[in-house]
């Protein structure tokens, strides 16, 4: 019989809570993360295997299971870690004194730069969205909810109500675009031009 798809595994119990670990397990979660980060940036997350995040952070393969028992609770965590370092990298274009969509269109520029130089994040992505562990997909939530937050903070003068409307469009937009893009369809650079024109579309009248 042939073995199940990553779609069709049951779910698994949740990882451990970090703020429940002591200092020494949040070190030795850290490592795990960081050698996970690290090989899915080099061999993508469809190719990260277990064992080699063992050998890499120096923590038996017993352990590693313990702190992720599924390889989609370990690959969510790796991409959190990664993309929770694109905030700093925005920010620079939130000062400009420009109209909203010219301040958009600079941040999903800079948001956009760090999957050109590593687009095996661009395929982490689209892995944790499609994945059925439940802790996997709180944590492509969460991320959601930070990316959204961080190009609201680019438009603060445009009505609420507008904002969210545009906001969820263009997170609609920005993940086809990505699918796309990994997928060899269209470049980076149409990418780009897509989520201009979609932001200066939806921000026209602002």
Known sequence: MAAPTRA?????????????M???QRERREAIVLAAVELVGQHGPDDLQMRDVSERSGAALATLYRY???????????????AQTIDDRVVPALTDTATP????V????????????????????IYVS???DPFASETYLELGTVIRGTLAR????????????????????WYHCLVEWVSGRITIATAQERLDRAARLLLSGT
């Open 8 to 20: 069709q595994r049951r779910p698994v119990g949740p990882p451990p809570v970090p703020d429940a």
């Open 22 to 24: 002591t200092s020494r």
């Open 68 to 82: 992720f028992p599924s390889k989609d609770q370990l690959v969510a965590a790796a991409f959190m870690a990664w």
């Open 101 to 104: 969509a010219d301040r958009f």
């Open 106 to 125: 600079a941040v999903l520029h800079r948001g956009l730069r760090p999957f050109q130089h590593q687009p095996n994040f661009a395929r982490a992505m």
């Open 130 to 132: 499609q994945s059925r």
């Open 154 to 173: 680019s438009i603060p003068d445009v009505e609420a109500d507008v904002r969210d409307g545009v906001l969820q469009a263009i997170g609609s937009v």
